[in-house]
């Protein structure tokens, strides 16, 4: 089983529990901070040069590129809305023997899509950032026929595990 919660916050971020776990849970919780700006918590096979915030500068909104110190820069920056994504990945696999080796991999391979995914959602600020809700309500109609299509006629795609 695995379970991903999103919890959304302004800015700034803490490590204060968010989700409202119960004190039992809460103390089994790893924090796993990412930084979409830090080359270092990317695979050398997932990075894209057009896809790194600390290269990346938005012609539309001007952001970027994000320096080593951005996330402090961004709290003292009131002209510019912020947000920070908290996830919470629950991870049951009760298989003797594999348990733990199953469970840590999975959350290596989340670790790695929210970052991947993040470090592109600012790169692509310039495609999104001027949509309507109706823009993107539209938007999700046509992905979700692809996705049906390809899902039925298509061959399998996607982000594949890492090697270790």
């Known amino acids: 089983m695995v379970l991903i ?3 959304r916050v302004v800015l700034p971020c803490s490590v204060e529990e968010v989700h409202k776990l119960d004190s039992y849970t809460w103390q089994k919780v790893v924090v796993v901070p990412i930084d979409i700006a830090d080359g270092n918590q990317v695979a050398p096979a997932d990075y894209k040069p057009d896809e790194d915030p600390a290269k990346f500068k938005s ?3 001007g952001r970027g590129p994000l320096g080593p110190t ?3 820069e961004l709290v003292g920056n009131t002209d510019c809305p912020k947000m920070c994504a908290y996830k919470l990945v629950t991870v049951k696999f009760k298989w003797w023997g594999l348990q733990n080796k199953v469970e ?3 959350h290596e391979q989340e670790k790695r899509i929210f970052t991947n ?3 592109q959602l600012f790169c692509w600020i310039d495609n999104w950032v001027e ?3 109706d823009d993107i309500r539209r938007m999700e109609a046509e992905t979700q026929r692809e996705l049906d299509e390809m899902r039925y006629k298509g061959s399998v ?3 594949k ?3 270790e």
């Open 5 to 7: 919660k999103e919890f």
């Open 59 to 61: 012609v539309k909104t």
């Open 70 to 72: 951005w996330k402090r």
């Open 104 to 106: 840590n991999f999975i």
């Open 117 to 119: 995914f993040h470090r």
């Open 131 to 133: 949509l309507t809700m």
């Open 157 to 159: 795609r996607g982000t």
């Open 161 to 163: 595990a890492a090697d």
